[in-house]
């Protein structure tokens, strides 16, 4: 059974720094593409970045040069660090994995199988 778990999200002002992870199971990690997703109050989910099994990295324009995503597949795990933080970036982040080749597009959250719960992050000005 596939089981993606998000670390719990956080609150921090504006310009600061966040590190949320995701601990996967129930599926051969390593071979997969995984993806952060963020849903704000109010609008569509949109993906943030992702990343294939072979370490290859995709980011949301909006979030280029200030977001990193990495995974460690010795661990099964996914981690997105955030910095320079804005407001607009407050959110229910999920953790999601791509059982299929080739790797889901960030544009479409249909294409992702498995999701987690979500951590929610919360950015004050």
């Known amino acids: 059974q596939v089981q993606l778990v998000e670390s719990e999200g956080g609150s921090v002002q504006a310009g600061g720094s966040l590190r949320l992870s995701c601990a996967a199971s129930?599926?051969?990690?390593?071979?997969?593409?995984m993806a952060w997703f963020r849903q704000a109050p109010g609008k569509e989910r949109e993906g943030v970045a992702g990343?294939?099994?072979?370490?290859?990295?995709s980011y949301a324009d909006s979030v280029k040069g200030r977001f990193t995503i990495s995974r460690d597949n010795a661990k099964n795990t996914l981690s997105l660090e955030m910095n320079s933080v804005k407001p607009e970036d407050t959110a229910m982040y999920y953790c999601?994995?791509?059982?299929?080749?080739?790797?889901?597009?960030?544009?479409?959250?249909?294409?992702?199988?498995?999701w987690g719960k979500g951590a929610l992050v919360t950015i004050s000005s």
């Open positions: 990343i294939d099994s072979n370490g290859g990295t």
């Open positions: 129930g599926y051969t990690y390593g071979s997969y593409c």
């Open positions: 999601a994995a791509d059982l299929a080749l080739p790797c889901g597009d960030l544009g479409a959250d249909y294409a992702w199988d498995y």
